[in-house]
């Protein structure tokens, strides 16, 4: 059992920045590929960004590529969003979830892939 916790939400302007991290519980963390997703008001939860297990590779959705960096620290169990440049439309409620799932990272793209998720933490960008 894996629990996570997502933090460093809030209000950010047109152009600014938010790093989101979180946290998570339990031995078994390197195991895990870890991905972020995003849900918008009013629409589905939707792939932002992946990361490798020993936190080499990543894989970004095209919304966000060049923006946003992923990265992980398996010795305090953490992975990280940094998120730049941000825009209104990246306006949404952002979870992290581990996966044990042992695929290319281009195909964690989709949420059933996924075994445990945190509760979220809002993001507003304001224009």
């Known amino acids: 059992q894996v629990q996570l916790v997502e933090s460093g939400g809030g209000l950010v302007q047109l152009g600014g920045s938010l790093r989101l991290s979180c946290a998570a519980s339990?031995?078994?963390?390197?195991?895990?590929?870890m991905g972020w997703f995003r849900q918008a008001p009013g629409k589905g939860r939707e792939f932002v960004a992946v990361?490798?297990?020993?936190?080499?590779?990543?894989v970004y959705a095209d919304s966000v590529q060049g923006r946003f960096t992923i990265s992980r620290d398996n010795a305090e169990n953490t992975v990280n969003l940094q998120m730049n440049s941000l825009k209104p439309e990246d306006t949404a409620i952002y979870y992290c979830?581990?996966?044990?799932?042992?695929?290319?990272?281009?195909?964690?793209?989709?949420?059933?892939?996924?075994?445990?998720w945190g509760r979220g933490t809002q993001v507003t960008v304001s224009s």
């Open positions: 990361i490798s297990r020993g936190g080499t590779t990543a």
């Open positions: 339990g031995p078994t963390f390197s195991t895990y590929a």
């Open positions: 979830a581990a996966t044990s799932r042992r695929e290319g990272l281009a195909r964690l793209r989709e949420l059933p892939k996924y075994d445990y």
